[in-house]
C-alpha cells in the first residue's frame, strides 16, 4: 500500500490510495524456495475498461511495487526477483462486443447513398417512423457526424439525452418521437458550430453512440449514414453485423453513378452485405395545384433501370412535392400521415423493406462483422 501511493492516476490528480482504486488487500506469497521469487499481487478497480490512463498506470504501479518491496524484502530490485500480477476490474461493466453489442436489435438497415443532396435522411427519418407506424420497434442513429439532421426532422433540437444505469454500465437514453427511438451527435454539439473533428474522433464518438445506448428490444434499427464511402461506414461495418442496405438515388445518371459505387461497396467480396433495394426519390414533380399531373424534372425511373440492371428491388418510388419538404422542416415527417400521397408513399416503402428483410433472413445467412485492418 506504500508503494501504491506513491504512484499517481492521472484521472484524479491523486494516488492510487487516495483515488480508492486498490480494490481488495494487496496479497504477497513468500517464496518457497530460493530459485523462485516473492510474488505480490494486486487488484486495481478502474472506472471503465476504456481508461485511457490504465495501461500507463499499471506500469507504473508494477515498478513501484517491485522497487519498493525490494527494500523491504532486504536488497534492491535487481537483487530481489519479484513478480507482481497487476488484476483490473471496473466499475462500469466494458463494452460488449460482436454479436453481444447490440442482442435486443433483430434487423439492422443501413440507409445510405453515394451523393450527398439525394433526400436519404428524409427517406430514413420517414422510413423509420413508418415502421413504428406498422407497429414495429424502431431505433434510428443519426450516422452523420458533421451534418447530422435528425434532431430537427424529429423536431427535438432542444432535447438533451439523460444517462441511465443498466447491467452496471450507464448508458445514453435515446430521444423518443413518433413512437422511434433515436440518436444524433446533433444532441451534444452547437447546431450553429461546426463540428471540426478528425476521423478518429467521428468515428469514436459515433461507437459510443451505438455501444453506449440503451437501444433495449428493437425489430428495426435503421442506419442514416452520410454520404459517399468513408470512415464512418467502415466503421459502421466493422462493429455491426447489418442486415442489408437500402439505397437511395434520384433518377439523374450523375447520382445514378455515384449510387452503383455505394451498392459495389457493400458488395465487395470483404463486405458482403445484401442489396435489399432501391429507392428513387424526387422520381417527379407533382404541384399541388395540379396533384394528377406528374413532371419527370430530374430524369425518368433512371433508379427502375439501375434496379433491373443491378438484379436488385425497386422498393419505392418517391414523388417531389412541397409537403415532404415543408415537413421535414417543421419535424412532421410526411410519414407520420398516411392520409396523403405522400405519407402512403412511405408506408409503403416500410411494408416493402420488411418484406424483403424477412425474404432475405430466409435465405441468406447472418452478416458477418468486417474484420479490422
Known sequence: MDALATVTYAGTKKNLVESGMVADTPAIAAPSA??????????????????????STVKAAEAAIKYHCAGVFGGSAT??????????????????????????????????????????STVSANLAIALARLGYKVGLLDCD??????????????????????????????????????????????????????GGMATSALKQLIADADWGELDYFILDTPPGTSDIHLTLLQ???????????????????????????????????????????????????????????????GCKQLAAEMNVPLLAQIPLVQSICESGDAGEPAATNSDTATGLAFINLAQAVVTVVNKRNRELPKTNIVGVK
Open 34 to 55: 530460493e530459485d523462485e521469487p516473492w510474488k505480490v499481487t494486486v487488484v486495481l478497480e478502474f472506472p471503465r475498461d476504456t481508461d485511457p490512463f490504465l495501461k
Open 79 to 120: 537483487e530481489i526477483p519479484i513478480q507482481v500480477e497487476i488484476q483490473t476490474e471496473f466499475k462500469s461493466k466494458p463494452r460488449p462486443k460482436g454479436d453481444q453489442l447490440l442482442p435486443g436489435v433483430k434487423n439492422i438497415i443501413a440507409v445510405s447513398s453515394g451523393k450527398g443532396g439525394v433526400g436519404k
Open 239 to 301: 462493429t455491426l453485423a447489418i442486415t442489408g442496405a437500402v439505397i437511395v438515388s434520384t433518377p439523374q445518371q450523375v447520382a445514378l453513378a455515384d449510387a452503383r459505387k455505394g451498392i459495389d461497396m457493400y458488395r465487395n467480396e470483404k463486405v458482403n452485405v445484401p442489396i435489399l433495394g432501391l429507392v428513387e426519390n424526387m422520381a417527379w414533380f407533382t404541384p399541388a395545384e395540379l396533384p394528377e399531373n406528374k413532371y419527370f424534372i430530374f430524369g425518368k425511373e
Open 145 to 198: 457526424i458533421f451534418g447530422p439532421s435528425m434532431p430537427k426532422m424529429f423536431h427535438v433540437e432542444d432535447e438533451r439525452p439523460y444517462a441511465v444505469h443498466v447491467d452496471g454500465r450507464d448508458l445514453i437514453c435515446p430521444i423518443e418521437a413518433y413512437g422511434v427511438k433515436m440518436l444524433s451527435i446533433g444532441f451534444f454539439v452547437s447546431p450553429d458550430t461546426a463540428t471540426l473533428w478528425r
